[in-house]
């Protein structure tokens, strides 16, 4: 009988420290960050060699009318969406299982609907290769003409992401 | 007569303040006590020493009403100021919401004009945000980053120089994260102009 009671004392102990820990407002999601890797090229896109998906049009549009970022082919290497939270840093891993490129992630302010500042890191090949603040709004991306590969450079495009509705 | 005056009117005597029959009566009193004579003489002996020393007071000008005289004399003393005073704050009063106007319009007029660069336009039409340069860091040696807001291409710009280029022996065939890529994305890679699409 003591046993039963000490093992129920220990569940509700359990789940209250659970219960608390899920309860933790600093984990809560306020927004989605969109991390995408673009192979931008002059040359033969079948240089890359892997399977690439194709850039929206107006991505195309979007970054060819930068002089500085404009080339010839896109294509999208990798993508990866994480919830920006209150109070805890976010890693984006867009081409995962690769660590080549991360992009870590924290809310600078509290964002609004229109605009999110971001405090923001990218890491290649597991060096902290730049640090800045940005400011990211619903159609206003940042764009980061990043290291060379395979006769081109990767693009990390960070953004704001749509929220999914879950379905019904 | 004999009446004994009494004090009041003896000390009215003394000074010299009777007159007539009051001053009659009591002089054929004070004739029968030279004490009394003797005394106003002294008295009247003090008065001229005195007077003789000190100037004779100035009566006041406006006995009745002396207080609220004095306050309409000086308020009739100084009329001009006042006048001037209240004419000013008229003025200022008319003139506070005009200047208020035109300082408004005038810094409205020089933030126009101190506004430069390109006029951005937000390709969803969404209210245009106040462009704000990024601090950017470059901890690694060697690497250094420009960054700017591009107008045509609607985004932030960080160009990175002299990070070290992935060995092209790096392959992301392996990369999981495209699996879930959005249906609207794929079927966009249809219209894109890049000749090669997709490549699979």
């Known amino acids: 009988m003591k046993l039963w009671l000490w093992m129920s004392a220990c569940g509700v102990l359990a789940s209250s420290s659970l219960t608390m820990a899920q309860e933790d407002p600093g984990k809560s999601k306020v927004g989605m960050v969109r991390v995408t890797v673009y192979h931008a090229t002059n040359g033969n896109p079948k240089d890359a060699g892997v399977k690439t998906t194709a850039v929206p049009k107006e991505t195309c549009e979007r970054l060819g009318s930068e002089a500085l970022l404009r080339f010839k082919h896109y294509g999208t290497l990798g993508q990866d969406t994480q919830p920006l939270l209150r109070s805890y840093e976010s890693w984006a891993q867009p081409l995962k299982p690769s660590e080549e490129v991360l992009v870590r992630f924290d809310a600078k302010s509290h964002p609004t609907k229109k605009t999110t500042v971001l405090d923001l890191e990218l890491w290649l090949s597991h060096k902290k290769i730049l640090k800045t603040d940005v400011h990211l709004e619903g159609n206003r991306p940042l764009f980061v003409l990043g290291p060379e590969w395979r006769k081109g450079r990767l693009i990390i495009a960070v953004a704001l992401a749509p929220e999914t509705k879950p379905a019904p | ?200």
């Open chain 2, 1 to 200: 007569m004999n009446t004994t005056p009494d004090e009041t009117t003896l000390a009215r005597w003394l000074e010299d303040e009777l007159e007539g029959d009051e001053l009659a009566a009591i002089e054929a009193w004070v004739s029968g006590h030279p004490e009394h004579l003797a005394e106003r003489e002294r008295v009247r002996k003090w008065r001229a020493m005195i007077s003789g020393a000190v100037p004779a007071a100035e009566e006041p000008p406006y006995p009745d009403f002396f207080n609220s005289r004095v306050a309409q004399a000086i308020k009739e003393s100084t009329p001009q100021p006042a006048v001037a005073t209240k004419t000013r704050a008229g003025w200022i009063k008319f003139l506070m919401p005009a200047a208020a106007c035109a300082g408004m319009m005038l810094t409205f007029w020089l933030g126009t004009k101190t506004h430069s660069g390109p006029v951005e336009v937000d390709v969803t039409g969404a209210p245009k945000a106040i462009p704000v340069e990024p601090l950017v860091y470059t901890p690694e040696k060697g690497v250094e980053a420009e960054c700017f807001s591009s107008s045509k291409a609607s985004a932030t710009v960080i160009v990175l120089n002299g990070v070290d280029a992935i060995p092209d022996e790096t392959d992301f065939s392996g990369s999981t994260t495209m699996r879930g890529l959005r249906e609207k994305d794929k079927t966009a890679a249809i219209q894109m102009d890049n000749e090669e699409g997709a490549i699979r």
